[in-house]
């Protein structure tokens, strides 16, 4: 088992939640480890945004590894990489997408249902536990279905059994935030259960509490500092104040952080 990857299956522990901020470059990857996290997940979001795609399978494979290799040899810490649905069409396209982002360092890795059937997800899963053994990567399974207004608790629960018997490791349910429905997840799921949270939701200790394993941010960080650059940008061009950019990480201390990943 490598280093990073038996690192990262050991903070799954429900009760005691890995809690992951998303990255989506290598400065905000270096930002999250100086600031103290264990363990460097990044968002399909931010990455496709910052590379210029809408998030949702647009950006391509080689452009989605290259960012993932780019995080990883920048941070010290295990890296686990928001791969979408596997950017490719197909089983062996997955396979290949799981061979390229363990190539470029990643230790575990996000791959979402997006409510497809079930034996579709199977089979995607299979492929890419075939390319990358456990010892070498943590897969996480996203089942979609709270995500997009569909809480079909059953079902959510019949595809996690499903995916673990394809050889997931941890189970990822986001927009369940209610929290008796996440403690019965967590009862049912016989695997690490990953919880996606916002402003409003549950906090780490509620959610600790509740048998959680993993949580996550998601893509609200880069959410929220693209939210700054618009409120800077209007706070110019009217009041002409800078109140918005007064909260920063001073110049010399991120140029600092980026210089050590250089």
Do not use: C, Q
């Not at 990489?81 to 062996?92: C, K, L, R, T, V």
């Not at 709270?146 to 996690?160: E, I, K, Q, S």
């Not at 959410?223 to 940008?233: D, L, M």
């Amino acid at each position: 088992m490598t280093e990073h990857a038996a690192l990262l299956r050991s903070l799954h522990v429900p009760g005691s939640p890995l809690v992951l901020a998303n990255a989506w470059d290598v400065a905000s990857a270096r930002v999250a480890e100086a600031a103290g996290a264990p363990v460097v997940a990044t968002t399909s979001a931010g990455v496709a945004w910052s590379l210029g795609a809408p998030d949702g399978d647009v950006l391509d494979r080689e452009g989605a590894v290259a960012a993932v290799r780019r995080v990883a040899a920048a941070v010290s810490v295990p890296v686990t990489a928001d791969i979408e649905s596997g950017f490719g069409d197909d089983p062996g396209g997955v396979a290949a997408t799981i061979r390229g982002v363990v190539a470029a360092g990643a230790a575990g890795v996000n791959l979402e249902d997006s409510v497809r059937p079930v034996d579709e997800m199977v089979a995607r899963l299979a492929a890419a536990r075939e390319a990358a053994p456990r010892d070498d990567l943590f897969i996480n399974a996203r089942i979609d279905n709270y995500l997009r207004g569909n809480p079909d608790f059953a079902d959510t629960v019949a595809r996690a059994e499903a995916y673990l018997a394809a050889g997931a490791d941890g189970i990822f349910v986001p927009g369940a935030i209610d929290p008796e429905v996440i403690g019965a997840l967590v009862a049912k799921i016989p695997a690490p259960v990953n919880i996606l949270v916002w402003p409003g939701a549950p906090t780490v200790a509620e959610l600790a509490a509740l048998g959680v394993a993993r949580v996550s941010l998601g893509s609200g960080i880069a959410e929220a500092a693209y939210a700054v650059v618009r409120r800077a940008v209007r706070e110019a061009l009217t009041s002409g104040t800078y109140a918005s950019i007064a909260d920063s990480i001073p110049y010399g201390e991120l140029n600092g952080l980026l210089s050590h990943s250089a």
